[in-house]
């Protein structure tokens, strides 16, 4: 095989996950017998597993009886490669902040237009940032679960995939923030009563004023002072 072994047996295991031979959830095939079918080492199988688990695609637990399985759920591995990027400053805050709005406005005028369920769970996660008792990283938490709820209220799997591997470095940047903030109770008022207002516009089923609120929510706090 031409290449890297491991960097070839991701191919083929691509190939047939795209071909229907592998779905999620399902068990792969033994490191032995991978080697075998594929003609490579098995350490070269190894290797291209623990790459498919490092990317939240794969994951392995000991055993006969388990072994590597493909996830039904994807992993972090996304939202790992952003932390490192952001540290290694390929990227920046402000590079995050103006992520954010484009994928969040968007799917804020796409949730308000379907209604239902998600935008009712939208208020009830905007009301439980509103306790004068959170601690920081407890409101930071809270504040990622809004605004991953806004985003998979728009139904797009793509942008929620994205939106969850971006949390971890969202909750990262608000908290810094917070904790060097010698006022934090004044600022967490401030963004609460935004995450009430945009959840009523949402409900409200004004979509394009629910994606300016957030616009200028995302940017007030993250890019102040």
């Known amino acids: 095989m031409a290449g890297r072994a491991f960097e070839q047996v991701l191919a083929r295991l691509e190939a047939q996950i795209a071909a229907g031979r592998l779905t999620a959830g399902e068990r792969l095939p033994a490191e032995r017998e991978l080697a075998a079918q594929l003609g490579v080492a098995r350490s070269s199988v190894r290797e291209a597993l623990r790459v498919l688990e490092a990317l939240g695609l794969v994951e392995t637990r000991p055993g006969p009886e388990h072994g590597a399985r493909l996830?039904?759920?994807?992993?972090?591995?996304?939202?790992?490669?952003?932390?490192?990027?952001?540290?290694?400053?390929?990227?920046?805050?402000?590079?995050?902040?103006?992520?954010?709005?484009?994928?969040?406005?968007?799917?804020?005028?796409?949730?308000?237009?379907?209604?239902?369920?998600a935008t009712t769970n939208i208020v009830l996660l905007a009301e439980a940032t509103s306790n004068d008792m959170l601690a920081p990283d407890r409101f930071v938490t809270a504040d990622a679960?809004?605004?991953?709820?806004?985003?998979?209220?728009?139904?797009?799997?793509?942008?929620?995939?994205?939106?969850?591997?971006?949390?971890?470095?969202?909750?990262?940047?608000?908290?810094?923030?917070?904790?060097?903030?010698?006022?934090?109770?004044?600022?967490?008022?401030?963004?609460?009563?935004?995450?009430?207002?945009?959840?009523?516009?949402?409900?409200?089923?004004?979509?394009?004023?629910?994606?300016?609120?957030?616009?200028?929510?995302?940017?007030?706090?993250?890019?102040?002072?």
């Open 71 to 117: 996830r039904e759920h994807p992993g972090d591995g996304f939202g790992e490669l952003v932390r490192m990027h952001l540290q290694l400053r390929h990227a920046t805050v402000t590079d995050l902040v103006a992520f954010r709005v484009l994928v969040e406005s968007w799917a804020s005028a796409e949730a308000a237009g379907r209604g239902g369920s």
């Open 145 to 225: 679960d809004l605004h991953v709820a806004i985003v998979r209220a728009a139904a797009n799997p793509i942008l929620t995939l994205v939106a969850e591997g971006v949390r971890s470095a969202m909750e990262r940047s608000l908290l810094e923030r917070a904790l060097a903030d010698d006022d934090w109770p004044r600022p967490r008022a401030w963004l609460a009563g935004e995450h009430i207002e945009i959840a009523s516009l949402l409900a409200a089923g004004r979509g394009p004023d629910a994606a300016a609120a957030l616009e200028r929510h995302i940017r007030g706090f993250l890019l102040s002072g």
